[in-house]
């Protein structure tokens, strides 16, 4: 079974407390000890000084009234009588009817002679500052543990806030940045010089760097399609002046390859700036999505197992969906089936597009689509920009656009269209 996981600020403020807690103890420990050692260490004093009187007054036979000594008394300690049955002088704590003492204990004339003072004043005394000593340490203890979180809470803060900026970058948002606000959220108003301010730093530079890079790679993309644009289309206008046959069918069918390629890089830097915005209107799914596949030429099985009224962005739809009709037809194996379906209990409308090819590649199931790359074995050749403005689109849509193979073989793309409120439709086409 899996632990759960415990913040960083607990760990923090935990480990402190734990801390101040051993050193308190050991303090206290210290503490007790010298103090009962000193205390104790008195009334042993007194109690022996007694004694020695004790034995003098026995020695003499004078009487030993007031000094609290006895005879061989039955209340003293056996470890104690046996001691001064062997000829020493000790000490012990004990009782006598009912009471705490000190009793003090030495050898006379075959005789053992006790001497017992009062010892419970004392040993409430130390019962009263272990209380003391106690308590303070559980108070410097939680006001220690208090202080710990409140310092951790304040770094936590700091590098959550680091985490979601990251996060952000890599959901796309380039423009995110650290700056301050770890620092401003936990209140600490100005940068800090610390490792956490360092981290946050280094993931704004990084930032920087990337966005600079991709803005540098999205212009270029732009330029080169932009500047091409102009000289193919007079080329194409050109390339209808020339002479029927098969020399212009195939100069023509490379120039429309070379004018679509152009296209779809304009295409693919509008929207990787970001700039991009749908234009959300209701429509019918499944006659949507019929006009669409119906739109592409090629020879497709649509299934409608449950339609519903969306809002979305027509051209935008019939980019995707021809885009990935497409690329099912150049690169699977047909049959190329198109099912539409909403469930009825709720929930978003489902679009799936399958072939019964080879199959998606691994790297594009892990890493998504990439610009002209299709690695995939047995899927043919070509730019890889189709799905890759497909993926775009769909972000621009609010569509979860999902890459997948299918159990008994075949590429399966599955798009979860976003739940939004009915309006009355209007025609597909």
Request: hydrophobic letters at 45%.
């Amino acid at each position: 079974m899996k632990r759960p996981a415990v913040s960083l600020r607990w760990k923090i403020a935990l480990t402190v407390m734990a801390v101040s807690c051993a050193v308190a103890a050991v303090l206290g420990a210290l503490v007790h000890n010298a103090v009962a050692r000193q205390t104790v260490g008195q009334v042993r004093k007194e109690t022996s000084a007694n004694l020695g009187t004790a034995l003098d007054l026995f020695e003499y036979g004078t009487s030993r009234e007031g000094l609290n000594s006895l005879l061989d008394p039955p209340q003293l300690p056996a470890k104690l009588r046996r001691l001064a049955r062997s000829g020493e002088h000790g000490t012990m704590v004990g009782t006598y009817r009912g009471r705490l003492v000190m009793w003090a204990a030495a050898p006379a004339d075959g005789h053992v002679m006790a001497v017992w003072s009062p010892y419970g004043n004392t040993h409430r005394s130390l019962d009263k500052l272990d209380t003391a000593i106690l308590g303070s340490a559980v108070l410097a203890a939680a006001a220690v543990a208090l202080a710990g979180l409140f310092l951790a809470q304040r770094i936590s803060r700091r590098l959550a806030t680091t985490a979601a900026v990251a996060r952000r970058i890599t959901a796309g948002d380039l423009d995110a940045r650290v700056g301050n606000g770890a620092d401003q959220a936990a209140g600490g108003g100005s940068a800090g010089q610390d490792e956490v301010a360092a981290v946050a730093a280094a993931l704004d530079s990084v930032a920087g760097s990337l966005q600079r890079r991709l803005q540098a790679e999205q212009r270029f993309t732009a330029d080169v399609a932009h500047e091409l644009r102009t000289p193919l289309t007079g080329i194409l206008a050109s390339a209808e002046l020339l002479p029927e046959g098969r020399p212009k069918e195939m100069i023509n069918d490379r120039l429309r390859a070379l004018h679509r390629l152009t296209e779809d890089l304009l295409e693919i830097s509008r929207l990787d700036s970001g700039t991009e915005r749908a234009d959300l209107d209701a429509y019918d799914l499944g006659t949507l999505v019929e006009g669409s596949v119906r739109a592409t030429g090629l020879d497709t099985v649509v299934r409608i197992a449950a339609d519903r009224v969306i809002e979305t962005d027509r051209r935008r739809l019939d980019r995707i969906l021809a885009n990935l009709v497409i690329n099912a037809h150049r690169h699977g194996r047909p049959p190329v089936v198109v099912t539409v379906d909403a469930p009825p209990g709720g929930g978003p409308a489902i679009i799936e597009v399958r072939d019964h090819g080879p199959g998606y590649s691994v790297d594009l199931l892990e890493h998504g689509p990439q610009r002209f790359r299709t690695d995939a074995p047995g899927r043919g050749k070509g730019h890889g920009l189709g799905l890759t403005i497909a993926v775009g689109q769909s972000a621009v849509l609010g569509i979860d656009l999902r890459f997948t193979n299918a159990p008994d073989g075949g590429a399966r793309t599955i798009l979860r269209m976003p739940d939004a409120a009915p309006r009355v439709p209007r025609p597909a086409a």
